[in-house]
């Protein structure tokens, strides 16, 4: 999943109502924020290295230390921590170290698979981006869906208006169908190079 841990966000906002969106979408994505980090320092790095040459199908990653289950409950386990610690907000540290474990949770749906502690223990998942990426990228899109759906019904029934929903599922909707082309097809022939 990639735009759709974002969305993961909205499943939380209408229970953190005071908590800075920028907060409950950073702790969605940290995982992916991290791997980013390692795979500049060549920890773990992609092939192959352009994003250019890159298709769902051919993309092989290794995330052990961003990725697997094990490491991610550890990050899970520090945002929760480092939150409670900043914040003094138990229900605040929850949903924050809840949104940082969803993000390998939801991966094993709809992306690769990881592995459970290390590069060479059992790796678990569906790994949708091999088996089916086009299909994955539907999934993602319907999960999007679902939580700003939740976001919206949950505002509606405290009276609220969100007049951004639309805004919303523009842009995620958008952001999704935009992987659709190289799911299968690397963005070097789509541009011409």
């Not at 939580?147 to 009276?159: D, H």
């Amino acid at each position: 999943m990639i735009l759709g841990h974002y969305a993961a966000a909205y499943l939380v906002r209408p229970h953190q109502r005071q908590s800075p969106l920028w907060l409950l979408l950073l702790c969605a994505n940290l995982p992916e924020f991290l791997w980013l980090l390692l795979a500049l320092q060549g920890i773990e790095s992609p092939e192959p290295a352009s994003l250019l040459d890159a298709t769902f199908a051919s993309l092989q990653v290794s995330m052990t230390y961003s990725h697997n289950l094990v490491p991610n409950l550890l990050l899970s386990l520090a945002v929760f921590l480092a939150i409670r610690i900043w914040k003094k907000d138990l229900s605040l540290a929850l949903a924050c170290a809840f949104l940082c474990a969803s993000h390998v949770w939801l991966d094993y749906l709809v992306g690769f698979e990881h592995q459970l502690t290390g590069e060479h223990s059992a790796s678990i998942g569906l790994n949708s981006y091999h088996r089916f990426p086009h299909l994955a990228i539907l999934i993602e899109l319907a999960f999007a869906w679902l939580c700003l759906f939740y976001y919206s019904w949950q505002s509606a029934r405290k009276g609220q208006v969100r007049r951004e929903l639309r805004a919303l599922f523009v842009a995620f909707s958008l952001g999704i169908l935009a992987w659709l082309p190289v799911a299968s097809t690397p963005l070097r022939q789509f541009i011409g190079l």
